[in-house]
């Protein structure tokens, strides 16, 4: 083993010249921060789970919950957050997800080819029976 | 504005979506400089983290320039270029007022579990990430760091997470000078924390992985002793025997869910989703650690349980420690690290793309192709 391993080794030897050391520090606001915190509005719905009292005042508002999968979500988050079913109803509607988008980028292409197809299936029928 | 989006397990596309717009107050737009892709990128990739949503822009690890500013917003102006935590933290709440800007309680309503998260599914928030041209970056006066100007992105980049993270990781494992420490994950996170271990006096360095370029670059940048855990009959038998018998003082974990080794563990926690990912690591941290040894978790265990032998470490009598890193608080004193030269953090990029190329990006870096350690992406070009 090398004597001085890297430059600078045992720099930060004294535990106090750690800086998350110790982990909880005493209490003060950070330098920046600002209170009240002014509450964010959504024109989109945002979901908190159920062990939450309240809304937080900042929080993200992408991909909005849509579709099959919204509905999920949103029964998923009836639960609190320590509960299994929260997470696994989650799990499940990140698939449905998936099998929605894939659905509905198929539509434009899809649709037309299945209407076709009936169409064409009916239309074939009625010329053999005849 | 182009933007990486989720599209489904494994798939990751670039495509157009509407600009980020200021949607509170203390907000501020960034137009993103340098986006890192991280190793916990590809638990999200890999459809491993709930709510996860189609269309979802990843990527916490980034800097930027301020493009547009919320009217409460004072300590930023148009122009300043910035380097961003991760975490997204209020500064006033319980938990920052104490320094835990990672458990900040004022930006997540999904879930305790975490605070909110840039580019990290819902479960931590819902804001989407760095890895896009532009980004909303929330409480701006509080977590951003102005980056010197004599410094360049890159040279800052990695203390939005990888540093820091790596750093506490080490911190955590509580080395008091001449310890052993073993760091499983010769990853980013897992450089960091070994050159954080010397930084702290460890006596003896050990990284642990499989992958052999990985292991010869943390041999080079780290200066570490290396074991390939699938060249050795039993790694915990192998890593007591290193340390007469009885194992080393400290364990780092900084692999997490997604670990290799125990078939059983990919079977039920990646396969079967019976357990939240494959805890193999923690589980070797437990059995290998000295008995009153410490084992220091920062790989990411998601909920909502994990089967590991906690009975184990109650009779070691270890103490374990985790939590996500608390970024904030360290970037100044990491960035006189980087600034002394102590630590050359940009040296562990081994691929740079633009944005374009960032689906390509993460299939090499998932595979850990042609010794890709970090790949960094430029969406306004490399300038
Ligand atoms: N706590 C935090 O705040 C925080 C922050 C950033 C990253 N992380 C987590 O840290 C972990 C590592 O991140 P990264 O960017 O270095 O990821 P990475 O995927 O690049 O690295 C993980 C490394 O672990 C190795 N590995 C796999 N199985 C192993 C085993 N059984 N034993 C030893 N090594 C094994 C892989 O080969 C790889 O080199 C991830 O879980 C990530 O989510 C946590
Ligand atoms: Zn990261
Ligand atoms: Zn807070």
Redesign the interface.
């Known amino acids: 083993m090398p004597e001085r391993p890297i430059p600078g080794a045992a720099a930060d030897l004294e535990p106090s010249s750690r800086p998350g050391v110790p982990m909880e520090t005493a209490v003060q606001p950070l330098a920046g921060a600002r209170v009240p915190i002014t509450p964010q509005h959504s024109a989109v719905p945002v979901y908190k789970h159920a062990g939450r009292k309240q809304m937080p005042p900042v929080y993200g508002t992408a991909q909005p919950p849509k579709g099959l999968s919204g509905v999920m979500r949103k029964a998923a988050y009836g639960y609190p957050d320590h509960w299994a079913r929260h997470w696994m109803m989650l799990l499940l509607a990140d698939r449905v997800d998936v099998w929605e988008h894939r659905l509905r980028r198929s539509l434009p292409w899809g649709l037309p080819a299945v209407a076709a197809l009936v169409v064409g299936g009916v239309t074939w029928r009625r010329l053999s029976r005849a | 504005m182009r933007a990486l989006t989720y599209?489904?397990?494994y798939r990751v596309k670039v495509e157009n979506k509407p600009d980020p717009r200021l949607?509170?107050?203390?907000d501020v737009i960034l137009k993103v400089t340098r986006a890192a892709i991280c190793g916990s990128d590809l638990h999200l990739l890999h459809?491993l983290v709930?709510?996860?949503?189609?269309?979802?822009?990843f990527g916490h690890e980034f800097t930027g320039e301020v493009v547009e500013t919320g009217r409460?917003v004072?300590?930023l102006k148009k122009g300043d270029r910035v380097v961003v935590p991760f975490n997204?933290?209020?500064?006033?709440c319980f938990y920052?007022?104490?320094?835990?800007?990672g458990n900040c309680?004022?930006?997540?309503?999904?879930?305790?579990?975490a605070s909110?998260v840039f580019g990290y599914s819902?479960?931590t928030?819902?804001?989407?990430g760095g890895q896009a041209e532009y980004v909303r970056v929330?409480?701006a006066?509080?977590g951003p760091m102005k980056i010197p100007d004599d410094m360049d992105d890159e040279s800052v980049l990695f203390l939005s997470d990888i540093f820091p993270t790596g750093?506490?990781g080490a911190?955590?494992g509580e080395i008091?000078?001449g310890e052993t420490v073993v760091v499983f994950g010769a990853g980013p996170v897992g450089l960091f924390a070994m050159?954080?271990a010397?930084?702290?006096?460890a006596?003896?360095?050990i990284a642990v992985d499989h992958v052999p370029e990985r292991l010869a670059f943390a041999a080079h940048f780290?200066?570490?002793?290396t074991v390939n855990f699938k060249e050795v009959d039993d790694i915990v038998l192998y890593l007591k025997d290193m340390f007469e018998g009885r194992g080393p003082d400290v364990c780092i974990d900084a692999v997490g869910m997604e670990a290799e080794g125990s078939r059983t563990h990919r079977v039920l926690g990646l396969g079967l989703?019976m357990e939240a990912g494959a805890p193999t690591v923690l589980t070797w941290c437990i059995n290998a650690v000295r008995k009153g040894g410490n084992v220091s978790i920062v790989g990411v265990y998601?909920?909502?349980?994990n089967f590991i032998p906690i009975g184990t470490a109650m009779n070691k009598g270890l103490t374990l420690r985790m939590?996500q890193c608390?970024v904030?608080?360290?970037m100044?004193?990491?960035l006189e690290?980087i600034r002394?030269?102590?630590?050359d953090a940009k040296a562990i990029i081994s691929h740079r793309f633009s944005l374009e190329q960032a689906p390509e990006a993460y299939h090499l870096f998932a595979q850990k192709r042609d010794g890709c350690i970090k790949c960094v992406l430029a969406p306004h070009g490399h300038a």
Not at chain 2, 23 to 26: D, M, R, T, V, W
Not at chain 2, 96 to 101: A, E, I
Not at chain 2, 105 to 113: G, L
Not at chain 2, 222 to 225: D, F, I, M, Q, T
């Open positions: 599209q489904g397990p949607e509170h107050p203390q459809g709930p709510d996860t949503r189609v269309g979802c822009t409460e004072s300590q997204i933290s209020c500064g006033t920052c007022q104490r320094g835990l800007t309680e004022n930006s997540n309503p999904a879930s305790d579990v909110g819902h479960t928030g819902g804001f989407d929330p409480f006066d509080v750093y506490q911190e955590m008091k000078g050159k954080s010397w930084l702290m006096g006596g003896r360095v780290a200066k570490v002793e989703k998601g909920p909502p349980w939590n608390n904030r608080r360290y100044p004193h990491l690290h002394s030269g102590r630590v």
